[in-house]
């Protein structure tokens, strides 16, 4: 009869575990006679998954074990505990437990990344089941804002859904959003000239945009708390912070995109905006009209701005969720 230790060496054990042997007998070490995961203790030690989700944060590490730290000679009944860990990872019933987990070098998109490219899983997986799982996991790491590994989760399997994944890293649902804003800001001639009459007159505007930069970065990031765990090293604070960085970034640079052609293409045909030449005869790529460089700006910083804030009509997704 096993008597359960404290949960700190709980921890400590499970993280030792390296063969089935270790997993055994960590079963019975960490949850000894506890009421609580009776049940479970039969279904980590049986060879099929259970559907439920774990009741507990050790409960949790060893079925994280189970499908990760243990190479089992039948590749089926790993898999089955690696799909299970991976509904895991996707599940909101679990956000508390890896937020624990966190704190013991657990990452749950860590653990997607390498369950899918673990050949003991993927070659047990039809080619049709395994675009399945792959859309649905760069779609779940998009929603994280965890961008950079669903370009690497996406880059490593990009011949089995090469247009979603391409598609979606270019994050629709934000620029469909931005070419909302624009077509906001196009809606009236006042709002055409106000870029360039508030530069001549005031420099409200160079405070302005800055402001407006501020505070969608702001907004991405109380957007992308929401869908992460708590942080506990700088490291992790750093990952933090980047990603709605980064999100940012892409969506200024779709909005500059947008705001070139409305600038050069669409306002001129409308017989509105700057113009984009001073001297036509003397004409550069570069020879603008300070006006231009103003609209150019003002116009795509403020479609960004209207677009994310769009977001808030949307609570479930996030702005770099797919569409």
Known sequence: MGVQVEFGDSMEIIKGIHTSEDFEGAVWTVLGDSLRDRDWKQKLLSDDAPESAPPSSECA???????????????????????????????????YFFAVLLQHGVDREQDI????????????????????????????LLRRYSWCRARQL???????????????????RLFGSILLGMVLLLSSQEVWELPTRLAHTTPALYILLPT????????????????????????QWRELLSRPGLVLLIGLVESLAISTIVVLL???????????????????????????????????????????????FWEKETAAEPL
């Open 154 to 172: 996406w880059w490593a399997h990009r011949s089995q859904v090469p247009l979603f994944g391409l598609v979606n890293l270019l994050l629709p």
């Open 212 to 235: 407006m930069l501020l505070a969608s970065a702001l907004y991405l990031l109380s957007e992308h708390s929401k869908h992460t765990e708590y942080r506990h090293t700088w490291r």
């Open 61 to 95: 590490f060893l079925a994280r074990q189970k499908a990760l730290a243990i190479h089992w000679d039948s590749r089926d009944k790993q898999a089955k505990w690696q799909n299970y860990w991976l509904s895991c990872c996707r599940s909101s019933k679990c956000d």
């Open 113 to 140: 990344l390498a369950i899918l490219s673990d050949p003991s899983f993927t070659e047990q997986v039809d080619p049709g089941g395994l675009a399945h799982y792959l859309r649905l996991h760069i779609s779940y």
């Open 266 to 312: 669409v306002m001129p045909a409308l017989g509105v905006g700057p113009g984009p030449l001073e001297n036509p005869i003397d004409a550069t790529p570069f020879a603008m009209s300070p006006g231009f460089w103003v609209t150019w700006a003002s116009f795509a910083i403020a479609a960004l701005f209207i677009g994310i804030f769009l977001q808030i």
